[in-house]
């Protein structure tokens, strides 16, 4: 006699206001049931993301948009996973994006990329550094060329 598995899942959406939400998953085979909590705040240049898992995990992410002209920043970390803590800032303009993410721990991974151009040319890079090992852990370019019949770009990865 073969015991079949039996599948249900839900999703509980609620949103009030267009500056709240809720939001209930869950999915239970046979009788184990893991599922999770979402809820969103946001305010004109703020984002606040919680999410609380069946293992009692919070995840949380702030981000605020335009804190200078055309940066945004972001924070989030887990509990109870007290090294999990990053922050990244992002700087748009219309012919450069600069990245960076920074680990909020007493050794942190830092990353950084950029890249610069225009519709025909495009020119980009990133790093990436252990402070741990003192070493870097990425190092990576490129440059593409576009044109309306062709395009062609290069890529070198370290």
Request: aromatic fraction near 10%.
């Amino acid at each position: 006699m073969s015991q079949e598995a039996y599948w249900t899942l839900f999703a509980i959406d609620l949103h009030r206001h267009i500056n709240k939400g809720l939001t209930a998953t869950g999915l239970k085979r046979d009788q184990v049931f893991v599922g999770d909590i979402s809820t969103q705040y946001q305010t004109e240049k703020t984002t606040v993301d919680e999410k609380v898992d069946t293992y009692s995990n919070v995840f949380t992410r702030i981000t605020v948009n335009e804190a200078f002209a055309g940066i945004k920043t972001s924070l989030s970390f887990n509990i109870p996973n007290h090294k999990s803590g990053k922050l990244d800032v992002q700087y748009l303009h219309p012919h450069a994006v600069v990245n960076s993410s920074i680990g909020l721990t007493p050794t942190p991974l830092l990353e950084f990329n950029a890249s610069v151009g225009n519709k025909d040319l495009i020119l980009g890079g990133e790093v990436g550094f252990d402070t741990a090992s003192a070493s870097f852990t990425k190092v990576n370019a490129g440059i593409s060329f576009n044109q309306p019949d062709f395009s062609a770009a290069v890529i070198l990865y370290v």
